[in-house]
């Protein structure tokens, strides 16, 4: 296989389209809004799927038993505002050039779909369980900062500690060589479990910002089960109760 091997599957024409990437990270926050968005758009098309050597070397295996090997899939989602051009998969590289070299592919596709604003969604980590969400900025021009912080966005000093890593940074630093105004939203979250509020949290201001509807029902739905696998971690840790093959699929 060639360094990078890109499937077209369909080329619509999409109405002033904007990027958005939810890839795996700190709380899986930005993968599960990813996989909110489309389940509750259900025109959204697979448009491209990228295969690459800077994947891991793996497949994974459904529940029918068949396997799919490790990439990234772009989806067209028509909105009722501006259209996304939706970037997910279950995997980031496993190297740094191949984070820049996908990340310059990635913004190659945006590119050819008119994409001319960018968000990648994440999670900042706490470092403990917490009640109120917060979602923590940065882009790269002060025009989005002002309208993010409209939105209840907020831009703090020094974090996330240690800067914006994988495909959230660079799409940031490489978007901004090219031109592109791009801005991360990050939720916070404890880092340690799959969270679902955060998700929520980082979904209201893209809804806001991008404006867009879009429902919640499925996003609580998991948010309540997290709150149960909660409960069981506290009653583990206080010897009451043995983790189960269900709770531990939720630590992340």
């Known amino acids: 296989m060639d360094e990078f091997d890109v499937e077209e599957h369909a ?27 489309l389940e509750e758009f ?34 067209a989602v028509p909105t009722d505002g501006r259209d996304l051009l939706l970037l997910s998969g ?34 900042v980590p706490t470092g403990e369980l917490i009640e109120e969400y917060a979602v923590v900025g940065a882009a790269t021009d002060d ?3 002002a309208e993010l912080a409209d939105a209840g966005v907020e831009f703090r000093d020094d974090e996330p500690a240690g800067g ?17 105004p791009t801005a991360c939203l990050m939720g916070e979250t404890s880092g340690y479990l799959v969270d679902p509020k955060s998700a929520r949290a980082v979904l209201e201001v893209l809804q806001a910002v991008v404006d867009f509807d879009v429902g919640y029902e499925a996003l609580e739905d998991r948010a309540e089960e997290m709150e149960a696998v909660i409960k069981r ?16 699929r939720y630590i992340g």
Do not use: W
């Open 143 to 145: 025009d989005q900062v």
């Open 164 to 180: 914006i890593v994988g495909v959230s940074g660079l799409l940031l630093g490489l978007g901004e060589r090219r031109g592109l």
């Open 42 to 75: 259900e025109e959204a098309q697979l448009v491209r799927r990228v295969y690459s050597e800077h994947f891991p070397p793996q497949v994974a295996v459904d529940d029918d038993g068949t396997t799919t090997m490790a990439c990234a899939e772009f989806h």
């Open 233 to 248: 971690i506290q009653e583990m840790e206080q010897g009451s109760q043995a983790p189960n093959d269900e709770d531990l």
């Open 90 to 123: 279950d995997h980031q590289a496993t190297d740094a050039p191949g984070h820049y070299r996908l990340t310059d592919r990635f913004l190659d596709t945006a590119d050819e779909f008119g994409v001319e604003r960018a968000f990648a969604l994440g999670g």
């Open 11 to 37: 080329s619509p024409e999409l109405d002033d389209p904007v990027l958005v990437e939810g890839l795996p990270g700190v709380g899986h926050v930005g993968k599960l809004v990813a996989e909110h968005l």
